[in-house]
């Protein structure tokens, strides 16, 4: 028998189809294409679902149950997507809608407490009781478990990382605050700041590995031209980063774990995002002088933390 694990993001639906052993045999994907109404986007769910059993040549039949990771707040009571302001969700009674479509029973949770729950199943995560996976996409998630247990909180809104305030009075946020994380460490972020950089200055590097076409650029296309020697560029890669080890210095401060784990397309740059991370969180971290220190290190999943962690989800 079969999982199958849906990652709904702000960009793409990707999903997997899970088997016993741990391996994703069959894939499916589309556009999410939000802002639009949520029964459209279940439709896509379906049709990704679908995909993906094909890919793995099964049927339904042989299907177990649907778990989906969604941006936002999740009520496992009644299956309801509470508030996910990057997919424009509001009140949506996702399990049911969900259900009808599929014909399968759906299972919900927060995309980013996916991510670390497939960290901990499958990935970097076996075997660690107390880690942080923070998935840097259209915005920032942040996964939590403590003592083996994801923190939801008692309304399952809980361990929203992306949404704590680094710039007071800062950059508005789609949730309705000011300055959040996200605004700053998402890759979305890191696309509008690079944006910023290449209209400020015409004779960067990026203009070229975009070829010529500002909204070309991607969350890659900073990396690759400081590797160039793009000195705009440069700048653009080391304020990024320092957003991201702003908060990560604020999720060891709050929970010290035993480590930090970074997915996300970002954290395909490896060592030129973690090496730096690092070095902030070794000056900035409260835990000085501690013998135990916080790790931090890619995740081991990469984008199919939240497949995983979605495909393995129960009551």
Request: aromatic content about 6%; some cysteine.
């Amino acid at each position: 028998m079969y999982r199958i694990g849906v990652d709904l993001g702000g960009t793409n639906i990707a999903v997997g189809v899970v088997n016993e052993d741990l391996k994703i045999i069959g894939r499916g994907k589309v556009k999410t294409r939000c802002p639009r109404p949520a029964a459209e986007i279940f439709d896509d769910i379906a049709v990704a679902v679908e995909m993906a059993a094909k890919d793995a040549g099964i049927s339904m039949d042989e299907v177990v149950s649907v778990g989906v990771g969604t941006p936002g707040s999740v009520n496992k009571n009644n299956g309801y997507i509470e508030f996910a302001n990057n997919l424009g969700f509001d009140k949506v009674p996702a399990k049911e809608m969900l259900e009808e479509r599929i014909g399968k029973t759906v299972y919900l949770d927060n995309d980013a407490n996916c991510a670390a729950l497939g960290e901990a199943i499958a990935g970097v995560g076996k075997g660690v009781g107390n880690f942080v996976a923070v998935t840097l996409g259209t915005g920032v998630g942040s996964g939590i478990i403590v003592n083996g247990k994801i923190v939801s909180g008692v309304n399952y809104a809980g361990g929203e990382m992306g949404h704590t305030v680094i710039m007071v009075n800062g950059k508005q946020c789609n949730c309705g605050r000011k300055g959040c994380w996200e605004q700053y460490a998402s890759a979305t972020a890191l696309i509008s700041q690079t944006k910023e950089a290449m209209l400020a200055d015409k004779d960067s590097k990026m203009w070229q590995l975009v070829n010529g076409n500002v909204d070309a650029a991607s969350g890659r296309t900073a990396f690759d031209a400081m590797r160039l020697g793009d000195e705009t560029a440069k700048k653009v890669v080391d304020n990024y980063i320092y957003y991201v080890a702003v908060g990560v210095i604020n999720i060891i401060n709050t929970f010290q774990p035993e480590f930090v784990c970074i997915g996300g397309g970002i954290s395909h740059e490896g060592e030129t995002l973690l090496a730096p991370i690092r070095k902030y969180v070794e000056n900035e971290r409260y835990s000085v002088h501690s013998s135990i220190q916080c790790k931090i290190v890619a995740a081991e999943l990469g984008n199919d933390a939240g497949i995983f962690g979605a495909a393995l989800l129960d009551e």
